[in-house]
């Protein structure tokens, strides 16, 4: 497909284990965000890739959160040792021109920690 | 106190009703403000994009920036049962490339 993909859809996961979440962004597209949705919140920003250069990590919630993008595409989103509060919606989005504020966003990763 | 605030509702209102829905911030310095669409289990999608203060209008959707009150606004003409979804507001500052949203208003149409 031509948009933003992700995976899993849905994970349900024991507290204390640790999870990934891959994002398979448009191709092309240089600039590449992970945003959280919380029940009755809005999009909280985690971290954002652009190109080669290094990832602006300001918006992750503690160093059990951590992410990669290997060769400017494919990005994953590890939370290690989960709590019950990183339950949420993981959003990643992907643009090519970060001027105009259009992101591209997929469906999201809904995560349930048990 | 919130960067952005937005009243998450719901708003509930006939098909064929003018909708509006806002936004208020408190940092001057955001530039670029947009309007998203998130339907039920869905990713947001962009709706309306502005730069600094004025109307944009597109179709049956017109988004109003007032910086001296730090106030936003998304209308809907016409409203339809198929608008019924969370519409989120964001904003981003001049130089940064990340958007900072509000909660999202629930709207619901109902035929």
């Known amino acids: 497909g031509a948009g933003v993909s992700q995976s899993p859809s849905n994970k349900v996961t024991e507290k204390g284990k640790d999870v990934e979440l891959r994002c398979d962004p448009i191709?092309?597209?240089?600039?590449l965000y992970w945003y959280r949705q919380s029940l009755g919140q809005g999009l909280e920003f985690l971290i954002y890739?652009?190109?080669?250069?290094?990832?602006?990590k300001s918006g992750l919630p503690s160093d059990r959160f951590s992410a990669e993008r290997t060769g400017g595409s494919v990005s994953t989103l590890t939370i290690q040792r989960t709590q019950q509060e990183d339950s949420a919606v993981y959003l990643c989005a992907s643009t090519r021109d970060t001027n105009t504020g259009e992101l591209f966003f997929g469906e999201g990763s809904r995560l349930t920690v048990l | 106190q919130k960067e952005v605030e937005q009243d998450p509702g719901p708003l509930s209102v006939p098909e064929g009703a003018i909708v509006s829905l806002n936004c208020t911030y408190s940092?001057?310095?955001?530039?670029?403000f947009m309007w998203y669409r998130q339907y039920s289990r869905k990713g947001p999608e962009l709706l309306m994009y502005?730069?600094?203060?004025g109307n944009k209008e597109d179709g049956r959707f017109t988004a109003q920036v007032d910086k001296s009150s730090k106030y936003i606004s998304l209308f809907i003409r016409d409203s339809q049962p198929s608008d019924s979804a969370t519409y989120l507001c964001a904003m981003s500052k001049g130089g940064s490339y990340i958007p900072t949203f509000g909660r999202g208003t629930s709207l619901i149409v109902h035929p």
């Open positions: 940092n001057s310095a955001f530039q670029y």
């Open positions: 502005t730069y600094s203060s």
């Open positions: 890739f652009q190109g080669n250069s290094a990832p602006d």
């Open positions: 191709s092309g597209h240089t600039a």
